[in-house]
């Protein structure tokens, strides 16, 4: 399979998410349960497609805050609460 291609922005997000997050064991992880055929593909594929999704998730959140929040409105509360 071919490996797709990174953009600057890819690779910009990905030292952002990489901050937060263990990206390499992520992808790991849905290699090692066969999430969405990902051990069909390359490491780097597997880790791009991630980043993308990720990235589409956190606009999603910033244009539909309201049905975000609602939608899981217990924890935010109990984080409101605790804060």
């Known amino acids: 399979m071919q490996q797709q291609t ?3 922005k890819d690779i910009d997000y990905l ?3 990489e901050k937060i997050l263990d990206v390499d064991a992520i992808v ?6 066969c999430i969405c055929d990902c ?3 390359h490491d780097s594929d ?7 999704w990720f990235q589409s998730r956190i606009e999603h959140m ?5 049905n975000v929040v609602d939608a899981d409105d217990k924890v935010f ?5 605790f804060s």
């Open 28 to 33: 790991q992880t849905l290699k090692s349960r």
């Open 77 to 81: 509360q109990l984080n409101l609460t």
């Open 62 to 66: 910033s244009n539909d805050i309201y």
């Open 15 to 17: 030292s952002r998410i």
């Open 6 to 8: 990174w953009s600057e």
């Open 39 to 41: 051990q069909m593909y």
């Open 46 to 52: 597997v880790k791009l497609a991630f980043v993308r």
